[in-house]
């Protein structure tokens, strides 16, 4: 019989697994697998469960949680490539509040869908960051808003959803930092004054889809950057404001262009946030795409599409 570890996060959410818990257990079972349930039990625990399984041991993995637990479980998987062990496919079930990843790759929003996507959808290798000694799977981001998902409260965000982030977002408009930061990638160097930058592999950010462009691909081996300069004056802020709430690119004030490797460098630390998780405080940052390097479960009619999407890119 074949094995699979489901590890979840309990408290995602509005705790909208709790209820259907036993039927997703009941369409992995029926799937032909012996499943062993692991619900997480603090911070990095779904990290350390997928880095530490035995080699063989699983053929599958399923999670469920927001974008911080798909995070933590592709950090595990990357660990175990690192040190030479077995890596397996892995199916999500979206239980948090935006599940920016998971609406990027067309994986079903309600619990039972998607857990039956985890069995019988098809393994699809997805671009993985990392972040100097860190990993990443959608988003690496600094600045304005960034650090809304990981200090909004958990009980704010079971309540009202989405609107937590837009809210605590609000409270920042008048009040936003401003960095220096030397930019290189492809023998290009930017030196500018930023409030916001992101490095993302996903066709939604923040509960915002096209954000940075339509002709995303998941698995070419590059990410889509995005930075936005400091603004002068307050036309200017309104201006770069008006062009995000309408998801488009005002290049008077932004950069965006795709690129494989990149770094950073600035004069003072700054926070950065990895899938809405709190990254650390960074002077130096060096991200590259490890292109394929995990393999997620999606829809089989979407992998078509994906693959399409790829081509099509390819021919313009």
């Not at 592709?74 to 030479?84: L, S």
């Not at 030397?182 to 160097?189: A, F, L, N, R, S």
Request: hydrophobic share 40%; glycine share 8%.
């Amino acid at each position: 019989m074949k094995k699979l570890l489901f590890v979840y996060n309990p408290r995602a959410g509005k705790e909208m697994l709790k209820p259907r818990l036993s039927d997703v257990l009941d369409i992995f079972v029926k799937a032909g697998y012996e499943v062993t349930v692991h619900p997480t039990q603090a911070y990095r625990d779904a990290y350390y469960q997928i880095k530490e399984y035995e080699v063989g041991k699983y053929d599958l993995i399923a999670c469920s949680g927001g974008d911080g637990t798909i995070d933590e479980v592709a950090t595990g998987m990357m660990k175990r490539r690192e040190m030479g062990k077995d890596v397996v496919p892995v199916g999500y079930i979206p239980a948090g509040t935006t599940n920016d990843f998971a609406k990027s790759l067309h994986i079903p929003r309600k619990p039972l869908a998607a857990a039956d996507n985890a069995v019988k959808g098809v393994p699809f290798p997805c671009d993985i960051g990392k972040f100097n000694d860190s990993v990443f799977v959608y988003i690496a981001a600094f600045g304005i808003f960034t650090d809304v998902s990981y200090e909004t409260d958990q009980a704010v965000k079971n309540v009202l959803g989405h609107m937590a982030y837009i809210l605590e977002g609000a409270k920042r408009i008048f009040n936003i930092p401003s960095y220096k930061i030397k930019v290189e990638h492809d023998g290009e160097v930017i030196e500018d004054e930023f409030i916001f930058g992101m490095v993302t592999n996903s066709r939604s950010v923040g509960g915002f889809s096209n954000m940075v462009g339509k002709n995303i691909v998941f698995d070419d081996g590059l990410f889509e950057v995005t930075l936005i300069k400091t603004p002068k004056n307050p036309i200017a802020l309104q201006e770069i404001i008006a062009a995000l709430l309408i998801e488009q690119v005002d290049t008077k004030h932004m950069y965006t262009f795709k690129t494989k490797k990149i770094t950073f460098d600035s004069v003072e630390e700054i926070p950065w946030t990895l899938d809405g998780e709190f990254g650390g405080e960074q002077d130096y940052v060096e991200i590259e795409n490890v292109q394929k390097a995990m393999e997620i479960m999606v829809p089989e009619n979407h992998v078509l599409e994906l693959s399409e999407q790829k081509n099509k890119i390819e021919r313009d």
